[in-house]
């Protein structure tokens, strides 16, 4: 659903919750969020994140707002060609306040992305994570996700 209120597009609304674009007035919600779910703040993470995100059509920065306040995020992008991937939407942060969990609004946040990156040209997403963050990795595969045809290397660095 698209609704115009105030000059600003909702991507999706219902009751008391809108999902719509993310402004740079929102990053003191966003680094609230992130902080409570991570235990880490990082403003500038943030501020840079808006301004890489925030304005491109293939890029996605998206908030969810319950009445007004700012309760969840969610970025995501359209990636093309890494080792011979072919073109998908990749879904790479994503937070909800914890007060706001069990209400479907990561649900709501999951399908509104997926709609903006396959109106983007996506046909499949991808996200990754780690592999004891049993909290998100059961919220995607609630949503449909299963394992990919990738698989991370990684080595530490001196």
Request: glycine letters at 8%; charged letters at 25%; aromatic letters at 10%.
């Amino acid at each position: 659903m698209s609704n115009k209120t105030n000059g600003e597009e909702y991507l999706f609304e219902l009751d008391e919750l809108v999902i719509r674009r993310a402004s740079a007035g929102d990053m003191s919600a966003v680094v609230d969020i992130d902080q409570l779910n991570t235990g880490i703040t990082k403003p500038e993470y943030w501020k840079d994140t808006f301004v890489r995100f925030g304005s491109r059509s293939d890029r996605f920065f998206l908030v969810a707002e319950d009445s007004g306040e700012v309760i969840a995020f969610i970025i995501g992008e359209m990636r093309a060609w890494e080792f011979g991937s072919p073109p998908c939407g990749w879904i790479f942060a994503m937070g909800v306040n914890p007060n706001a969990r069990l209400k479907k609004v990561g649900s709501h946040m999951f399908n509104v992305m997926c709609e903006c990156l396959n109106k983007a040209g996506a046909d499949k997403v991808r996200t990754m994570l780690a592999r004891d963050d049993n909290l998100n990795m059961a919220f995607f595969r609630s949503q449909g996700m299963m394992g990919g045809p990738f698989i991370e290397l990684e080595m530490p660095l001196d």
